[in-house]
Nanobody, 120 residues
């Protein structure tokens, strides 16, 4: 099995920055696309960014120029650098990964999420 654990969330002031991390562990053969989603209370979950195994990244229009997704394949970790945060970015941020396991299985996994609150 595979586990994803997010870290780095917290309370920041508008204009501040945070870097989220998501580390995958378990019986991993390869990790393909990884991504970040977010969900605010009363709103549906939205895709923030994705990154392929080779490092090709895509970001939602709402975060382009402010957020940057990256990954370290040697550490099985994906990051989300968030700059110039605004209150509208307040949400629970969750990471996801498409994983090929040693058993031959291929599945999508989710972390439990980390809270990001932007407030003065």
């Amino acid at each position: 099995q595979v586990q994803l654990v997010e870290s780095g969330g917290g309370l920041v002031q508008p204009g501040g920055s945070l870097r989220l991390s998501c580390a995958a562990s378990g019986r991993i053969f390869s990790i393909y696309t990884m991504g970040w989603y977010r969900q605010a209370p009363g709103k549906q979950r939205e895709l923030v960014a994705t990154i392929t195994q080779g490092g090709s990244a895509n970001h939602a229009n709402s975060v382009k120029g402010r957020f940057t997704i990256s990954r370290d394949n040697a550490k099985n970790t994906v990051y989300l650098q968030m700059n110039n945060l605004s209150p509208g970015d307040t949400a629970v941020y969750s990471c996801t990964a498409n994983v090929a396991e040693h058993s031959g299985g291929y599945s999508s996994y989710w972390g439990q999420g980390t809270q990001v609150t932007v407030s003065s």
